[in-house]
């Protein structure tokens, strides 16, 4: 494989002299911004490095059928895929390429993913899927096409391998719901993300299905409508509410609360990208073995930010997530995203503002479901 570096100003630039030197069948392995010229460090411009590639064997298009075959040549895609690997880990990976860029482009002329392979790695990129997440994936699913002996089996049974994997993926985190072997249960994140009427939902599943005795405490002194709005939902449930304003608050609605089942804790919604108003949780709450914490978040939000917020609790005994607003969105790889970076289960998703409907618990099964386009929480 012929590698080489081309430095330009824009993209364009680069791909224009890509494409002159090394031909329309080139694949851009790697690109970064790097700074150029000056004096004595000022007045530098800004430009990109970008690596690219030329195979000088492709495979001719009449052989193409061969790539399809169960006896394909696997130690081809072996190397060429480790070739790939050892180029990327060489360069910069601030700004690495696609996963589509790497491996689905670089089909044409390498490793060449069979169509419905391309279509599924496709799918999970639009889904928002990180790129070593979805090459993980990818290569174990290419593996295991070339392992069936029929080519036709192996073409409708895509997406249950896929599921699969992703299971396979998911294995040793910890999903499903609260199970009461713990006497609080705190939910903790940002504002906004409908912390009040998810714990309003688990508590309604608390008393009416699993027949607890149940209490609520809530440290969200900073919005009156979140207190009323928690104790109408007390108040129909027919549950006691404390409001705790600092920690003498708290420490005294836990001895009230003593011969309870199970306490529920909503916590203050504010911006937990400031490290001060996470100190503040910790120093109410002391958490300790007797208590779960799940990190409520919205999937409408950014993916940077919630990586953010995720980093910001790391002095916290975070147990799992609750990702809300799944009715607003259609991506889900952020969460696969970050199952994977933080080791985090999740708990529940919701679904909708009906209490307590709108919220299921959530399984590796629903997780690939969600990103296969089944939509659906089993």
């Known amino acids: 494989m012929k590698i080489k570096k081309y430095i330009a100003p824009t993209m364009p630039e680069a791909m224009k002299k890509i494409r002159n030197d090394l031909g329309k069948d080139a694949v851009i392995l790697n690109s970064k911004e790097i700074r150029t010229g000056g004096f004595l460090g000022f007045f530098t411009k800004p430009s990109l490095e970008v690596l690219a590639a030329l195979d000088p064997d492709p495979i001719p298009r009449e052989q193409k059928d061969a790539y399809y075959s169960p006896q394909y040549n696997m130690e081809k ?58 090459a993980s994936l990818s290569k174990r699913l290419l593996k295991r096409w070339y392992r069936e002996e029929s080519e036709l089996v192996a073409d409708e049974s895509i997406n249950k391998w896929m599921k699969e994997e992703i299971c396979g993926l998911l294995t040793n985190v910890d999903f499903g719901g609260f199970e009461y072997d713990k006497k609080f249960l705190n939910l903790i994140g940002p504002t906004g993300v409908g912390k009040t009427t998810t714990i309003a939902k688990i508590a309604a599943d608390a008393v009416l299905n699993k027949k607890k005795k149940v209490a609520l405490i809530t440290t969200d002194t900073y919005r009156i409508a979140a207190i009323d709005q928690l104790k109408t939902y007390a108040e129909i449930l027919n549950v006691p509410l404390e409001v705790a304003y600092n920690r003498d608050d708290f420490q005294s609605a836990q001895e009230k609360f003593q011969d309870y089942d199970v306490i ?8 937990y990208k400031k490290t001060h108003y996470v100190t503040d949780l910790e120093e109410v709450y002391q958490f300790n073995e007797d208590m779960e914490n799940y990190l409520v978040l919205s999937l409408t939000s950014k993916y940077s930010d919630m990586k953010r917020i995720v980093a910001q609790f790391n002095n916290i005994p975070i147990n799992k997530f609750i990702f809300t607003k799944k009715d607003e969105t259609e991506s889900f790889g952020d969460v696969l995203n970050l199952i994977e970076e933080t080791g985090f289960g999740v708990a529940y998703m919701t679904t909708g503002q009906n209490v307590p409907d709108d919220i299921c618990e959530v399984t590796t099964e629903s997780i690939a479901d969600l990103l296969l386009g089944d939509g659906q929480l089993a």
């Open 77 to 134: 895609v072996t190397n060429t895929t480790t070739e790939l690997n050892e180029i990327a880990q060489k360069s910069d990976t601030s700004n690495k390429p696609s996963m589509k860029m790497v491996e689905a482009r670089s089909s044409s002329d390498a490793i060449q993913f069979p169509e419905k392979i391309t279509k599924i790695i496709n799918d999970l990129e639009d889904q928002g899927v990180e790129n070593e997440v979805m």
């Open 264 to 271: 529920f804790v909503d916590s203050a919604g504010r911006n």
